[in-house]
């Protein structure tokens, strides 16, 4: 029991609350404990989602499956991340994409009524779950006004300069793997790497591995309006 409650700690829900006051707050509620291997549906798309599922261990994925048999990966979860906060108080409370454990995972699962039960008994568990949601529609939004973007250059431009201004700086950071950020964009993963090389030939930018140099920022975001 120690050891969920330490894992739980670092939850973006429970942020700001002690073990103690974790431990006293889920001892009056109902939760369920699962563990999956390797390769397992945790649910599957139209499955109906009646509860947040907290990732203790491992990593979960979310992955659009097509009717080909290809995928596309939507995001990848780890310990202190929550998923089906988005659906379970909606009307349609349906997972809209296929979760699946990337890794041997555990998760604790906490019922509807027994997350309003957490968010009346403490106004700090309230305001996480308000917040997880705010950030959930931001990161919408971004991936919407990235779709409106017609050409994959003008993706990857309008990527670089929405990183940049959230990390106040133009080196930017990567925060995930290329093919989580093509996959975010709605872009094949090789098309990435080809744009970021037409980028740096133009001498918009350097990148290394895991990090973006912005070596013009003002033709940079000339280009994304050409």
């Not at 890794?103 to 106004?123: F, G, P, V």
């Not at 133009?170 to 094949?188: H, Q, W």
């Given at each position: 029991?120690?050891?969920?409650?330490?894992?739980?700690?670092?939850?973006?829900?429970?942020?700001?609350l002690?073990?103690?006051?974790?431990?006293?707050l889920i001892s009056?509620?109902g939760?369920n404990?699962?563990?999956?291997?390797?390769?397992?549906?945790?649910?599957?798309?139209e499955d109906?989602?009646?509860s947040?599922?907290?990732?203790?261990?491992g990593?979960?994925?979310?992955q659009?499956?097509?009717l080909?048999?290809?995928?596309?990966?939507?995001?990848?979860?780890?310990?202190?991340?929550?998923?089906?906060?988005?659906?379970?108080?909606?009307?349609?409370s349906?997972?809209?994409?296929?979760?699946?454990?990337?890794?041997?995972?555990?998760?604790?699962?906490?019922?509807?009524?027994?997350?309003?039960k957490?968010?009346?008994?403490?106004?700090?568990?309230?305001?996480?779950?308000?917040?997880?949601?705010?950030n959930?529609?931001?990161?919408?939004?971004?991936?919407?006004?990235?779709?409106?973007?017609?050409?994959?250059k003008?993706k990857?431009?309008?990527?670089i300069l929405?990183?940049?201004?959230?990390?106040?700086?133009?080196?930017?950071?990567?925060?995930?793997?290329?093919?989580?950020?093509?996959?975010?964009?709605?872009?094949?993963?090789?098309?990435?790497s080809?744009?970021?090389?037409?980028?740096?030939?133009l001498n918009?930018?350097?990148?290394?591995?895991n990090?973006?140099?912005?070596?013009?920022?003002?033709?940079?975001e000339?280009?994304?309006?050409?």
């Amino acid at each position: 029991m120690e050891d969920v409650l330490n894992k739980l700690k670092g939850n973006e829900f429970f942020q700001d609350l002690s073990v103690e006051e974790i431990r006293d707050l889920i001892s009056n509620i109902g939760y369920n404990l699962r563990s999956y291997k390797k390769g397992e549906i945790i649910a599957n798309e139209e499955d109906e989602c009646n509860s947040l599922g907290f990732v203790l261990e491992g990593i979960v994925e979310i992955q659009r499956i097509y009717l080909s048999g290809k995928q596309i990966i939507l995001k990848r979860l780890s310990n202190g991340d929550v998923f089906g906060e988005a659906l379970v108080f909606s009307k349609k409370s349906k997972y809209p994409s296929t979760v699946i454990a990337f890794s041997d995972c555990n998760i604790l699962y906490i019922s509807r009524a027994d997350i309003l039960k957490l968010c009346t008994s403490d106004e700090r568990v309230l305001g996480n779950f308000m917040s997880s949601l705010s950030n959930k529609i931001f990161m919408l939004n971004s991936k919407i006004k990235s779709i409106a973007f017609k050409s994959i250059k003008h993706k990857v431009i309008n990527y670089i300069l929405e990183q940049a201004k959230s990390q106040k700086s133009e080196i930017v950071k990567l925060k995930e793997n290329k093919e989580e950020i093509a996959s975010s964009l709605g872009i094949p993963r090789p098309s990435l790497s080809r744009e970021l090389m037409n980028l740096r030939d133009l001498n918009y930018i350097e990148f290394d591995r895991n990090i973006i140099k912005i070596l013009n920022i003002e033709e940079l975001e000339a280009e994304l309006f050409d």
